[in-house]
């Protein structure tokens, strides 16, 4: 059974700095992994999508990385900046017994970046 | 070419209303799902549809909440009877088939039950 957890749950920092947000799942058989940013009361945007067979998939200022292996993936934030406070979630897909895939979520980083 | 559109961006109903909340998924996408997403949760799948037939509702709460796809493309999920917990983001997300293709989301309806 799939299972997602995201570290740390909330995050301040101040304007400029790099950052990491850590996602971990239990099951390596995955086929992609997402991750989305979620502002207040907004749904989601699809921020970046790795494929299994990809390590990394980068996006301007993102950069994510998947390692199966050790069931984990990152998000890196370079030179963060206030626009990006948000919550950052990510998804693993997981087989359903009806033969397709249903998404499993973290619950998510709340990123807040001061100026 | 344009994404995943669900309509209402937000509903506010009373307790006890009916609701629909309504989802178009990217054209030619024959896979479609409905997720819910609580106050501080990620979101948690509710119903897959595999053409016009509801393959998977395992994840549905209970029997107040039904969902539909006639055609195969537009899909409406239909709330009775609301409760005060019925309120959340739901979103919707469809796939070219149901075989390993990637979910494109989208924005959500959010829905507050007063």
């Known amino acids: 059974k799939q299972e997602v957890t995201q570290i740390p749950a909330a995050l301040s920092v101040p304007e400029g700095e790099n950052l990491v947000l850590n996602c971990s799942f239990t099951?390596?058989?995955?086929?992609?992994l997402q991750w989305f940013r979620q502002d207040p009361g907004k749904g989601l945007t699809s921020l970046l999508l790795i494929q299994s067979s990809q390590r990394e998939q980068t996006s301007g200022r993102l950069n994510a990385s998947l390692d199966k292996s050790s069931g984990r993936s990152t998000l890196y934030i370079a030179a963060s900046q206030p626009g990006d406070s948000a919550t950052y979630l990510c998804a693993a897909p997981s087989p359903t017994t009806s033969g397709t895939y249903k998404y499993i979520f973290g619950t998510g980083t709340r990123l807040k970046v001061l100026a | 070419g344009a994404g995943v559109s669900q309509t209402p961006s937000n509903k506010v109903t009373e307790k006890g209303k009916y609701v629909e909340l309504r989802c178009d998924p990217i054209?030619?996408?024959?896979?479609l799902y409905w997720y819910r997403q609580s106050l501080g949760q990620g979101p948690e799948f509710l119903i897959y549809?595999?053409?016009?037939?509801?393959?998977?509702d395992s994840g549905l709460p209970n029997d107040r909440f039904f969902a539909v796809r006639p055609e195969g493309s537009v899909s409406t999920l239909k709330i009775q009877r609301t409760e005060r917990g019925d309120s959340a983001v739901y979103l919707c997300a469809s796939s070219l088939t149901s075989k390993g293709d990637t979910q494109y989301f989208g924005p959500g309806t959010r829905l507050t039950v007063l």
């Open positions: 099951d390596s058989a995955i086929y992609n």
């Open positions: 549809f595999q053409g016009t037939g509801a393959a998977d």
């Open positions: 054209s030619g996408h024959t896979a």
